[in-house]
Nanobody, 127 residues
Framework: VQLQASGGGLVQAGGSLRLSCAVS????????MGWFRQLPGKEREFVAA????????YRTDSVKGRFTISRDNAKKVVYLQMNSLKPEDTAVYYC?????????????????????WGQGTQVTVSS
């Protein structure tokens, strides 16, 4: 499974960006898809995840209500819509895939559950 993330860039505080992650090498695309981010000098942290059926999980302390994860199963693409961006959202954002045999596997936030990773896309929010 290969993941290609895109859509990062420089945006002012309060602005919006939509990240995309194109997935290839999977037949049924039942993988649970997640977005993680890594701030400079810090560990990778969970942002959001979604299963095939649309069940989702969000990092509650900072992104819920501002970020929305979605997926287009026909196109095999996962999105992260980010609104009301803050300077503290500045990070490299990674998409990840967790293998699943079910359309309803509960999304998880532990990065160790995810086997495949994209290359990351830089998001910079200026104040």
């Amino acid at each position: 499974v290969q993941l290609q993330a895109s859509g990062g860039g420089l945006v002012q505080a309060g602005g919006s960006l939509r990240l995309s992650c194109a997935v290839s090498g999977t037949t049924y695309f039942k993988e649970v898809m997640g977005w993680f981010r890594q701030l400079p000098g810090k560990e990778r942290e969970f942002v959001a995840a979604i299963n095939w059926s649309g069940g989702s999980l969000y990092r509650t302390d900072s992104v819920k209500g501002r970020f929305t994860i979605s997926r287009d199963n026909a196109k095999k693409v996962v999105y992260l819509q980010m609104n009301s961006l803050k300077p503290e959202d500045t990070a490299v954002y990674y998409c990840a895939a967790r293998p699943s045999a079910s359309q309803r596997t509960t999304p998880t936030q532990n990065y160790r559950d995810y086997r495949y990773w994209g290359q990351g896309t830089q998001v910079t929010v200026s104040s």
